[in-house]
Nanobody, 115 residues
Framework: VQLQASGGGSVQVGGSLRLSCAAS????????MGWFRQVPGKERMLVAH???????GYAAPVDHRFIVTRDNAKSMMWLQMNNLKPEDSGLYFC??????????WGKGTQVTVSS
């Protein structure tokens, strides 16, 4: 299994970013997927998820600002991040929601929101 998150960067408060997740070596079309954020000294937390059928779910702090989508034919997932806040900063990863089927976390993609 290989999961590559990309698209991070540095933006100012209120800006937008679109993260991409490319998956391989897994049955992506049957996997519920998630976006996770990690900041130094804290555990990795779930930010958004999407079922294999395309139903999204969001952590309360990002609801109504982030949009998660996927394309099963391309084994791709995206996270559109709008109205970014400094607390959205961190290293973002994508992975399987099923812990038993998770692949390596990879390097992630850094998001930095400055005021």
């Amino acid at each position: 299994v290989q999961l590559q998150a990309s698209g991070g960067g540095s933006v100012q408060v209120g800006g937008s970013l679109r993260l991409s997740c490319a998956a391989s070596g897994m049955v992506f079309r049957l996997s519920d997927m998630g976006w996770f954020r990690q900041v130094p000294g804290k555990e990795r937390m779930l930010v958004a998820h999407i079922t294999f059928g395309g139903t999204p779910g969001y952590a309360a702090p990002v609801d109504h600002r982030f949009i998660v989508t996927r394309d099963n034919a391309k084994s791709m997932m995206w996270l559109q991040m709008n109205n970014l806040k400094p607390e959205d900063s961190g290293l973002y990863f994508c992975n399987n929601m099923n812990v038993a089927r998770r692949g390596p976390w990879g390097k992630g993609t850094q998001v930095t929101v400055s005021s």
